[in-house]
């Protein structure tokens, strides 16, 4: 199984703290990205993401992560089977989100615990 791993852009996102330059900034649609202007290749945001969402280019040496093309990711309109999507970090975008979770699941045989559908 692939499980590739991108940025969450978290509520309170431990990178954007770990960075001593201010190079993770979030856009007017609320999405973090990092402005490789001022990112120096420090990698303390590479290990401050417990996600793996950030990497180093190895050509620039700076940080690279998801930015969700702006609010319009590519990955999304690509997906032929509608497996990827962007919702909205809200009750109603988690809910959405754990519609499309639980028949994945039940298929692969993973235990939900009474409640959480």
């Known amino acids: 199984m692939l499980l590739p791993m991108v940025c969450l852009q978290c509520e309170d996102p431990l ?3 770990a960075c001593p330059n201010g190079a993770i900034i979030e856009n007017e649609y609320g999405i973090l990205y990092v402005d490789s202007a001022l990112c120096i290749g420090c990698m303390n945001c590479v290990t401050a993401c ?11 040496k700076k940080a690279v ?3 969700l093309c702006s609010g ?3 990955c999304a309109k690509a997906c032929e089977y509608g497996a990827i999507t962007l919702v909205k970090r809200e009750p ?3 809910q ?3 519609r499309g979770v639980t028949p994945a699941f039940r298929t692969l045989r993973i235990q939900i615990e009474e409640g959480q559908e």
Not at 50 to 60: C, K, L, M, N, S
């Open 15 to 17: 990178c954007q703290e």
């Open 50 to 60: 417990v996600y793996g969402g950030i990497a180093i280019d190895p050509v620039t």
């Open 65 to 67: 992560k998801c930015d």
């Open 72 to 74: 319009d990711p590519a």
């Open 92 to 94: 109603s975008g988690l």
């Open 96 to 98: 959405q989100r754990r």
